[in-house]
């Protein structure tokens, strides 16, 4: 009941938070939700595209990527509560509903997956071990955003030479691994060869990106500009660290998981690489969230994603709960800083949407790429296109 209860709770603290405007999950809502909170777009229309732009990834990339693993993506769970929470107009009876539904609705994602897997286990066909199948090329793939979101930012040549050092990367620590080449007290370290060459990939990004600087005449423009949103965030700082906590809980007690490539080593049982991978992912979002977090005063449920990997590497869930809710308010307390280092290296500030670009058009392929060998799997002498498989 403790993890039903904890993904219940997320459920009712992040409703209200995106009923009240304080926190979204989905990147391309928070810049729109000021344009209802200061009176440009009614309630309505603010729901309806709230529906648009977040059910469909509910459904069609949160779900299964959860069935697959048997761990909740937090996209199945934030976007439905983004959706719940800004459908309904602010108001003390109307929060307050909205909060009982998002509870509702974690209760439904929770106890819904289970039954889906117990159901699916019952089939005469393995859809579980099939769906499995779907999360292998998302963990092989990650280690590719990062060169391609150089190749779209700044050149296709530095896009290959970072691609090639990352693939080099990763096939060093196979062979460390293979070898036991990395030992503590005579114990082998075993590490994530896609979490390293994934680490090697955004150290490239970061550091093309930097190599853009803006005049000292320019600089803190952002962080005067958006003063007022920033010191709103801050005033709700109490509720954010709530549901950090949560999240960073959940995660411990691999509930959830923050992003595909964690979720599927931490369904595998490689928890410190799950860990690495979901680290690696969150210094990648950091520019993309801090800056739509700056200029919008909404700020994301669960920060710069950081709590995943806190969750993952805190020995319990209450230390992970505790943990999880320093890091969003260390995050809420650095934004002003962290407005001032964007607005000196522009090209950081315009990688966030980049690496997202990058990130979806890796997963678009990898999930095809794995759907088709599931379904393979789940029905086998069927290979991908459909017909019987030749045998030789």
Known sequence: MLEALIVIGLGIVTAIMANLGIAVFNDGLRPIVPENLEGRMTRRELGVTAFAMSFGLVIGFGIPISISGSILLIHSILLGTDIIGLAFKRGK?????????????????????QAVVKAFEMLPLNFIEGFNKIGEPVVVSFMVFPALAIAIQFSIKKGVVTLLVAALARQLVVFSN????????????????????LIVGMTFLIAFAMKEKSDDQNLSALASMFTDRVARIKKFTWIVMISGGLAAAATNLLVIAGDPISLSLLADGKITEGGMASLAKAIGFVPLIASTAIATGVFGPVGFTFVFGVGIFSPNPVVAALAGAVVIFLEIQLLSKMAKFLDRYPGIRASGETIRTAMTRVLEVALLIGGANAANAIVPGLDISGSPASTC
């Open 178 to 197: 293979t070898n036991k080449l990395i030992q503590i007290d005579g114990t082998p370290v075993v590490l994530s060869p896609e979490g390293i060459a």
């Open 93 to 113: 009876m109307s929060t307050a509903v909205a909060g009982a539904l998002g509870g509702l609705y974690g209760a439904g994602i929770y106890f819904g997956l």
